[in-house]
């Protein structure tokens, strides 16, 4: 899923109940407004104080909506030069928890300076990072063996590093068939796989299965990945027409994911179409100033948590500490404290080395439909009425 653009103006005009478009100039209305003011003192019926209060009431309720936007206002100049300068620099921190399940599954791999941890038998085209979640089911030897490969498939493919996305997709399918022939290992266990690869502001993340990748924008939660379940409407097509069924939400009556690698007992023979697909879906993103952090987790923690929510407690947590991995902690200790019934894994990664900035509220131009001498002279009558 692309990010959304923000397209909100910054500010919101808010007219009264008269105006230029009603015909009665300012003038008009303060004259109103006085000779209300003063049959209110000689007690006789206002005939303007209910157009009052509506047109001041209105005015605040206006204000008050527009408070709850939270708007950072960006021309487009201003955005360019943005672009221009930013480099981003990687810092993450992870944290995994086995959860109310008997076995830990799970597995992860954080790497915030790829070129150093490849040392010189990679020509990368500039400095990188690259993470992984793998949520193993039917044991953890499916995501384990992807764990220990998969930058090894995706690094030594041919397409690599001219043709990146393209270099990803065969490394998932690779690893999937490299596992089926790895003989020790139970070829019948399964991984899901979600891998986050960066060079500079570049951005791909790869996924097939149900763990999610959340781009922290500005306080804006934006999926970078689309959860493969069976029940899904594209998913559903693809795998029917593969000759697959889907019981009860489960694929083949078996698994909830439509998108995995490893499950042997499930595809058949290597190379031949299958209902459940080892090839993930790419998504790639130009990282910007206002792209904050990523979160990746497994599904233990969306199956309790939006999106949004993610964000909201990771910006936060980061704007207390500034510590990628204790956000990582708290989204853990939050899903467990909502129930959830699977292992737990996330990864908080920071595309800056300072905590996130406060959102501007911008304060709202209010045209008013009174003066402020009518203002000040209506609360002071309507205090000594009440």
């Given at each position: 899923?692309?990010?959304?653009?923000?397209?909100?103006?910054?500010?919101v005009?808010?007219?009264?109940?008269?105006?230029?478009?009603?015909?009665?100039?300012?003038?008009?209305?303060?004259s109103?407004?006085?000779?209300?003011?003063?049959?209110?003192?000689?007690?006789?019926?206002p005939?303007?104080?209910?157009?009052?209060?509506?047109?001041?009431?209105?005015?605040?309720?206006?204000?008050?909506?527009?408070?709850?936007?939270?708007?950072?206002?960006?021309?487009?100049?201003?955005?360019?030069?943005?672009?221009?300068?930013?480099?981003?620099?990687?810092?993450?921190?992870?944290?995994?928890k086995?959860?109310?399940?008997?076995?830990?599954?799970?597995?992860?791999?954080?790497?915030?300076?790829?070129?150093?941890?490849?040392?010189?038998?990679?020509?990368?085209?500039?400095?990188?990072?690259?993470?992984?979640?793998?949520?193993?089911?039917?044991?953890?030897?499916?995501?384990s063996?992807?764990?220990?490969?998969?930058?090894?498939?995706?690094t030594?493919?041919?397409?690599?590093?001219?043709?990146?996305?393209?270099?990803?997709?065969?490394?998932f399918?690779?690893?999937?068939?490299?596992?089926?022939?790895?003989?020790?290992?139970d070829?019948?266990?399964?991984?899901t796989?979600?891998?986050?690869?960066?060079?500079?502001?570049?951005?791909?993340?790869?996924?097939?299965?149900?763990?999610?990748?959340?781009?922290?924008?500005?306080?804006?939660?934006?999926?970078?990945?689309?959860?493969?379940?069976?029940?899904?409407?594209s998913?559903r097509?693809?795998?029917?027409?593969?000759?697959?069924?889907?019981?009860?939400?489960?694929?083949?009556?078996?698994?909830?994911v439509?998108?995995a690698?490893?499950?042997?007992?499930?595809?058949?023979?290597?190379?031949?179409?299958?209902?459940l697909?080892?090839?993930?879906?790419?998504?790639?993103?130009?990282?910007?100033?206002?792209?904050?952090?990523?979160?990746?987790?497994?599904?233990?923690?969306?199956?309790?948590?939006?999106?949004?929510?993610?964000v909201?407690?990771?910006?936060?947590?980061?704007?207390?500490?500034?510590?990628?991995?204790?956000?990582?902690?708290?989204?853990?200790?939050?899903?467990?404290?909502?129930?959830?019934?699977?292992?737990?894994?996330?990864?908080?990664?920071?595309?800056?080395?300072?905590?996130?900035?406060?959102?501007?509220?911008?304060?709202?131009?209010?045209?008013?439909?009174?003066?402020?001498?009518?203002?000040?002279?209506?609360?002071?009558?309507?205090?000594?009425?009440?």
């Open positions: 899923m692309a990010p959304e653009t923000d397209s909100s103006p910054p500010f005009s808010i007219e009264g109940g008269y105006g230029k478009d009603n015909g009665l100039s300012m003038d008009d209305e303060n109103k407004t006085m000779e209300s003011l003063k049959q209110i003192r000689m007690g006789k019926p005939r303007h104080l209910s157009v009052l209060r509506h047109c001041v009431s209105s005015a605040r309720l206006e204000a008050a909506a527009e408070l709850d936007t939270c708007i950072e206002t960006i021309g487009p100049k201003a955005q360019a030069n943005r672009l221009s300068g930013f480099s981003p620099i990687f810092r993450s921190g992870s944290c995994s086995m959860g109310p399940k008997q076995y830990m599954e799970d597995e992860h791999i954080c790497i915030d300076n790829l070129r150093e941890h490849l040392r010189e038998s990679v020509d990368l085209p500039s400095p990188g990072a690259f993470y992984g979640v793998f949520d193993g089911h039917g044991g953890s030897d499916a995501a063996f992807v764990r220990m490969n998969i930058l090894k498939f995706i030594e493919d041919m397409y690599f590093p001219s043709c990146v996305g393209k270099a990803i997709k065969s490394a399918v690779k690893a999937d068939h490299a596992f089926a022939d790895a003989f020790s290992l070829s019948s266990s399964g991984t796989a979600l891998t986050t690869l960066i060079f500079g502001r570049t951005m791909v993340v790869a996924n097939a299965g149900d763990c999610r990748a959340v781009l922290g924008k500005r306080g804006r939660a934006i999926e970078l990945s689309r959860d493969h379940k069976p029940n899904c409407s998913e097509l693809r795998i029917e027409k593969l000759g697959g069924i889907i019981y009860d939400g489960y694929l083949n009556g078996q698994l909830s439509s998108r690698l490893g499950d042997w007992h499930m595809k058949g023979s290597k190379g031949s179409a299958c209902p697909s080892a090839e993930p879906e790419l998504q790639e993103t130009t990282l910007t100033e206002e792209d904050e952090f990523l979160i990746m987790g497994c599904d233990g923690l969306w199956d309790v948590m939006t999106s949004q929510c993610a909201t407690i990771v910006r936060k947590e980061l704007m207390l500490h500034n510590d990628p991995e204790r956000c990582s902690i708290e989204l853990v200790r939050e899903a467990l404290k909502r129930d959830t019934c699977d292992n737990l894994t996330v990864i908080v990664i920071c595309f800056s080395p300072d905590p996130p900035p406060r959102i501007e509220i911008p304060r709202p131009q209010v045209r008013r439909s009174i003066s402020a001498e009518g203002l000040n002279l209506l609360k002071g009558v309507l205090d000594n009425n009440g």
